[in-house]
T-cell receptor, first 111, second 114 residues
């Protein structure tokens, strides 16, 4: 089955600092998704990456997918308290059609 | 964008009773829907894949007789938790597949079994 390893599990940063969350797959991916979630609430779609080497940005969040389509990073620049939450990477592998998730990264931003 | 709704958003039921959760794709048809559950401080775990017009495919370790899934139409899938127990208390999220790369998630249903 698809395994996604996400790191770090938790992250505490001071407001204004940059941070990076990583997601690594054991298999090549159809698509790699990043979501944000506040526990007990639904998922907020952030970005989806499909092509090797692809990079997308939205406001202060940038996501990249490596050329082999097995590793992705999510980078937040000048973090704010509003960035706090759980970040999940999800992936659809080539030989399947359902989405599996990494364990999540719990981000705390201290004002 | 595509919208998926879930009903109810919260439900409290007594141990031994059954509860039904609905997942609807509001502005698109979905031949495939997925059901996930999430325990506190954990990630989403896929429970089953729901295909319209056929039996659901359950992940290993998920009891099909306990978690009944019915994909009655191209816009509706239901998850029924039968004979619920406190350990079934969890956050259940559905998603609907629009294309090979597109899945849209519902807002989730918090189930509490007392």
């Amino acid at each position: 089955s698809q395994e996604l390893e996400q790191s770090p599990q938790s992250l505490i940063v001071q407001e204004g600092k940059n941070l990076t969350i990583n997601c690594t797959s054991s298999k090549t991916l159809y698509g790699l998704y990043w979501y944000k979630q506040k526990y007990g609430e639904g998922l907020i779609f952030l970005m989806m990456l499909q092509k090797g080497g692809e990079e997308k940005s939205h406001e202060k969040i940038t996501a990249k997918l490596d050329e082999k389509k097995q590793q992705s990073s999510l980078h937040i620049t000048a973090s704010q308290p509003s960035h706090a939450g759980i970040y999940l990477c999800g992936a659809v592998p080539y030989n399947n059609n359902d989405m599996r998730f990494g364990a999540g990264t719990r981000l705390t931003v201290k004002p | 964008g595509a919208v998926v709704s879930q009903h109810p958003s919260r439900v409290i039921c007594k141990s031994g009773t059954s509860v039904k959760i609905e997942c609807r794709s509001l502005d698109f048809q979905a031949t495939t829907m997925f059901w996930y559950r999430q325990f506190p401080k954990q990630s989403l775990m896929l429970m089953a894949t729901s295909n319209e017009g056929s039996k659901a495919t359950y992940e290993q370790g998920v009891e099909k007789d306990k978690f009944l899934i019915n994909h009655a139409s191209l816009t509706l899938s239901t998850l029924t938790v039968t004979s619920a127990h406190p350990e079934d208390s969890s956050f259940y999220i559905c998603s609907a597949r629009l294309g090979p790369y597109e899945q849209y998630f519902g807002p989730g249903t918090r189930l509490t079994v007392t």
